[in-house]
């Protein structure tokens, strides 16, 4: 069964400092790849999506992420926090043609001035 | 970029009440749109899969008849919470998609509900 597991519920970063989220995947085949962003009290915003080809992928807001299938892990970066990145963010994953998307758990961020 | 606008924002109800949940695409057709359901602190658990003109496709575990969703148009799904407890109090979100691989969701801005 596909699974999505998110390991650190909290992360607290200065700005400026860098920042990488963790994602780990449980899937047979290879997956559809998704990192959202949810800011308190609204819906999710797509940052970016791995299908197949270059594993690393840019995103929005200066996110990247990198698919490592040996891992089974796609994690999210960004080389200098930004105190608006403060957010909740889901990683998710999916199959084209199917209609579920596995949502993890989620990382809170939070960013020092 | 497409939006999906979900409406009302918040709502607050008495118990035993029927609420309505409206998920809008408003510049694409969607193919079909997703209800979530999300509580404090936890990620989105998919209650139902809801296409166009056909009966929407429930999880395991949701009700079908206490979560009634409607998908009456290419731009519109509804769900109705009917005769609302409090343990229904929760943040829903709805989504939709317009192709038919699903491989981009657009997200509402949710709704939170609550259940006096």
């Known amino acids: 069964a596909q699974s999505v597991t998110q390991p650190d519920i909290h992360i607290t970063v200065s700005e400026g400092a860098s920042l990488e989220l963790r994602c780990n995947y449980s899937y047979g085949a290879t997956p559809y790849l998704f990192w959202y962003v949810q800011s308190p009290g609204q819906g999710l915003q797509l940052l970016l999506k791995y299908f197949s080809g270059d594993t690393l992928v840019q995103g929005i807001k200066g996110f990247e992420a990198e698919f490592k299938r040996s891992q089974s892990s796609f994690n999210l970066r960004k080389p200098s926090v930004h105190w608006s990145d403060a957010a909740e963010y889901f990683c998710?994953?999916?199959?084209?043609?199917?209609?579920?998307?596995?949502f993890g758990t989620g990382t809170r961020l939070k960013v020092l001035a | 970029g497409a939006v999906v606008s979900q409406h009302p924002s918040r709502v607050i109800c008495k118990s035993g009440t029927s609420v309505k949940i409206e998920c809008r695409s408003l510049d694409f057709q969607a193919t079909t749109m997703f209800w979530y359901r999300q509580f404090p602190k936890q990620s989105l658990m998919l209650m139902a899969t809801?296409?166009?003109?056909?009966?929407?496709?429930?999880e395991q575990g949701v009700e079908k008849d206490k979560f009634l969703i409607n998908h009456a148009s290419l731009t519109l799904s509804t769900l109705t919470v009917t005769s609302a407890h409090p343990e229904d109090s929760s943040f829903y979100i709805c989504?939709?998609?317009?192709?038919?691989?699903?491989?981009?969701?657009?997200f509402g801005s949710g709704t939170q509900l609550s259940v006096l």
């Open positions: 809801s296409n166009e003109g056909s009966k929407a496709t429930y």
């Open positions: 998710a994953v999916g199959t084209s043609g199917t209609y579920k998307y596995i």
């Open positions: 989504s939709a998609s317009r192709d038919a691989t699903n491989e981009k969701l657009f």
